[in-house]
């Protein structure tokens, strides 16, 4: 028999990416698996994102302290945990991707990672590895010789490097996805 527990979807959150996301959550549906939504970014852009994420944290009106200063608000917030302070980035980011039913129903959790200096293909099989998913779900645009030539593919590297089976959507592509009704 087979079976999906885990499915991941890597997001650059462009048109690929979002075809890419409805075939990811056809399949979590399908086999009542868990949705792993992960943004590779940059790293420099990943810490200005999780940095913006560390203020909102400390001065949300749940930190501050009524009629008390904003240092008196710094100091008595507590520092924000790393691993929450990327959940919540990464929620910010990617959970308008999903609709609340497809988010319920996949039991979505949304990932944020930067990428090294090996790029952002590498990001994603560590991922895969981290979470043990069985499958990944890639959207990726049709590149001319010359543009694959020069840029590469980040499929290609996750599809040579990934610990499971790799489904590559194309985009534009012909739809498969069909709703229930």
Do not use: W
């Not at 909102?56 to 302290?65: C, G, I, R």
């Not at 990464?90 to 090294?116: K, P, V």
Request: net charge negative.
């Amino acid at each position: 028999m087979f079976a999906l527990t885990r499915i991941l979807v890597p997001t650059n959150l462009g048109e690929p990416s979002q075809t890419a996301i409805k075939y990811g959550v056809a399949f979590a549906r399908q086999f009542r698996a868990k949705l792993f939504l992960v943004h590779v970014l940059p790293a420099r852009e990943l810490e200005a994102a999780l940095e913006t994420e560390r203020v909102l944290e400390v001065f949300s009106p749940a930190a501050a302290v009524s009629g008390a200063a904003v240092g008196d608000a710094v100091a008595a917030a507590t520092a924000p945990d790393p691993g929450e302070v990327a959940r919540n980035a990464a929620r910010e980011d990617l959970a308008r991707l999903l609709s609340a039913d497809d988010e319920q129903a996949t039991r979505a959790e949304y990932l944020l990672r930067g990428s090294g200096a090996a790029g952002p293909g590498d990001a994603i099989v560590r991922c895969a590895k981290e979470h043990s998913v069985e499958l990944i779900v890639m959207g990726k645009h049709r590149l001319g010789f010359v543009e694959h030539l020069v840029a590469g593919s980040v499929a290609e590297r996750v599809i040579r490097h990934a610990p499971c089976p790799v489904l590559i959507v194309q985009h534009p592509e012909h739809d498969f996805v069909v709703s229930d009704t």
